[in-house]
């Protein structure tokens, strides 16, 4: 399942930062920079160094995202599409909809107002252009 942040370009990150624990050496990766791809560059370029124990690679910057992007969810799942319910952090999030065209690619729309810049207000299929 991909998550999907609800606001991908906030101008600060979310409370802790991006950090990211890797699961087989325990090592922590500050995430406090603001940026999910720091953090995922910062993980890869650890396991290219460690091949002794990661012999299957290091993976691709879109896999590593979603596996910081991941153990986010499950300290603070109100921050990605489909969690409203802050009452129940365990529960699954929702799957990326699928627009009535059949497309699953979407864009942001933003607040147009000025009163938040960068707050997405809610998301466009690049396909057929349907707002949701």
Known sequence: ???VP???NAPYPPQGGYSYTEPKTGRVFDGMLGNVEVTARS????KKANPHLFPDGAGD???TIQAVYQQKWQAMPWLFIGFNDPATPKSQPEAIPVCACGAVDWQPIYCKTG???GRIVGWKCKSCGKAR
Request: charge should be positive.
């Open 1 to 3: 399942m991909t998550l």
């Open 6 to 8: 609800k606001n991908c």
């Open 43 to 46: 993980v890869i370029a650890f």
């Open 61 to 63: 910057l879109f896999s």
């Open 115 to 117: 009163c938040a810049p």
